[in-house]
């Protein structure tokens, strides 16, 4: 079967609509899923990622970012959950010392900076790339891969 992807192209308003497709994604979650989180620094990829989690945590789970850890791992609902930022990785090399086939053997993946994983980078999987589109607003582009095309086709984005 040929490899399937979808692409969405949605507008976020603000950090609520942000918060909200957050939210939305993270009820199709499922372990061995992997979400590459892509923009540049300020473009709202930790808002969104402190979102998800908190959705499938507590709503007022402390979610630090992993900027200076470079992984934090939740037990969650669906299973464990592994947020990473590869942004000071030199290479995908050291992403194995992370416990990244762990991650990947029974956890959501979700990663930002993910062009640090290079041919480690999974088939399966959902790209969601955030620019800013204004003072407040947020262009947010998914791209899903493999399953997560259809789960994507049925993603309710209405406000």
């Known amino acids: 079967m ?21 939210r939305r994604l993270a009820a199709l979650l499922a372990p061995g899923d992997m979400v590459a989180l892509r923009g540049d620094l300020g473009a709202g990829k930790t808002a969104l990622a402190r979102a ?7 709503p007022d789970a402390e979610v630090p ?15 464990p959950l592994w947020h990473f930022d590869l942004y000071r ?11 990244w086939d ?3 053997a029974e956890a959501v993946a979700l990663v930002e900076w993910p062009d640090r994983l290079g041919p480690m980078m999974p088939e399966e999987r959902l790209d969601l790339t955030l620019t800013l589109a204004g003072p407040t607003a947020r262009r947010a582009e998914l791209t899903g891969h493999g399953s997560w095309a259809g789960r994507l086709d049925a993603l309710d984005v209405t406000p």
């Open 102 to 104: 762990e991650a990947r």
């Open 2 to 22: 040929p490899h399937r992807t979808t692409t969405r192209t949605l507008t976020l308003p603000d950090e609520e609509a942000t918060a909200a497709l957050a």
């Open 89 to 99: 990785l030199s290479g995908p090399d050291e992403v194995v010392e992370l416990g």
């Open 52 to 58: 998800l989690i908190r959705s499938v945590t507590e």
């Open 65 to 79: 970012s992993p900027t200076f850890t470079l992984v934090q791992t939740y037990d969650t609902d669906i299973g």
